[in-house]
């Protein structure tokens, strides 16, 4: 196993720490008007998996793709329902987007991994430089949920000592 997919699972598990012991009444709720929900931030890493995924083989395919970032507010925009998805069908998705990102890095050899394409903004960027974008967002990711947590947590403060 390389390290790059070692990097890849442990930040994911970081990440799923981070929900355990949510309670059920918090998965849905934001923690102020426009912001995310952990239920939200987890529908999003599943898209972002996909996405970032698919700009990793179209760098492979073509050195002249430019690689396209992920589109936060479309998301948002056509995801408005997200937070009647239950918990369990959430990371049950995102376990599977995962475990997609996982099984195409672990069958690149080093010479695709080295393949490029472009950045708008930093020119020359390989297949690694996308994989690499995975702990980093997943880090990213954990600690807004338990931000939304903390928040959470102080506006409701009975509720959180029964966790």
Known sequence: MSSLVRDLLASRRHLLRQVEGVRPHQVAQRPA??????????????????????????????????????????????????????????????????????????????EDLQRAGLHPRRGRYSVRDVFLRFPTHDQNHAEQITSIRTRLAEEHPVNARRQ
């Open 33 to 110: 008007e426009g912001e995310w929900s952990i239920l939200e931030v987890l529908a999003h890493l599943i898209e972002v998996d996909r996405h970032y995924l698919a700009e990793a083989f179209a760098i492979h395919t073509d050195p002249s793709h430019v690689f396209v970032h992920f589109d936060d507010e479309r998301w948002k925009a056509e995801n408005r329902a997200v937070r009647k998805i239950p918990l369990g069908e959430i990371l049950d998705h995102l376990a599977a987007s995962h475990r997609e990102v996982i099984e195409a890095l672990s069958r690149l050899t080093e």
